[in-house]
């Protein structure tokens, strides 16, 4: 399932009981060459128009929208670009009307496990820190 913050996964019961699991937490892999500083404030000001959306509304279950995103100031190439480099993970997300029918999509970014590391090493360290932690393959 997607939230906001990224992928939860949910494991539905034998009686249809949903448990969700708390989004993954993983170290921060050593950051790709090409991440430039331009990368380093699209990052952040992706985690300010989150943050923002989550303050004013707190009920909300999309995550940002591409078009918010853009309205903030950001380019179209620096988004690709932090989808390439595994940070943030586009998607089309259904908005739902009243009566459950699909009224359209929209073009929506949330932080990958590696997006929420970044944040947590150099803007927030307590943002979206959990006990359910990935292990990696020590070499």
Not at 46 to 73: A, M
Not at 99 to 111: D, H, I, Q, V
Request: with cysteine; proline share 8%.
């Amino acid at each position: 399932m997607v939230t906001p913050h990224g992928e939860v996964d949910v494991e539905i019961k034998p009686d249809g009981e949903k448990v969700y699991y708390p989004l993954k937490t993983e170290e921060l892999n050593p950051l790709p060459a090409a991440f430039k500083s331009s990368h380093l404030s699209a990052m952040g000001l992706f985690h300010s128009v989150l943050t923002y959306i989550k303050k004013h509304q707190p009920n909300r279950s999309i995550p940002v929208t591409r078009k918010e995103f853009l309205g903030s100031g950001e380019s179209p190439a620096i988004i690709k670009d932090l989808m390439d480099m595994g940070m943030l993970v586009g998607c089309l997300f259904p908005v739902l009307g009243r009566k459950g029918a699909n009224t359209g999509s929209r073009a929506c970014l949330y932080y990958t496990p590696q997006g929420r590391a970044f944040i947590r090493s150099k803007v927030e360290p307590s943002y979206a820190l959990t006990d359910n932690t990935v292990e990696r393959n020590k070499v």
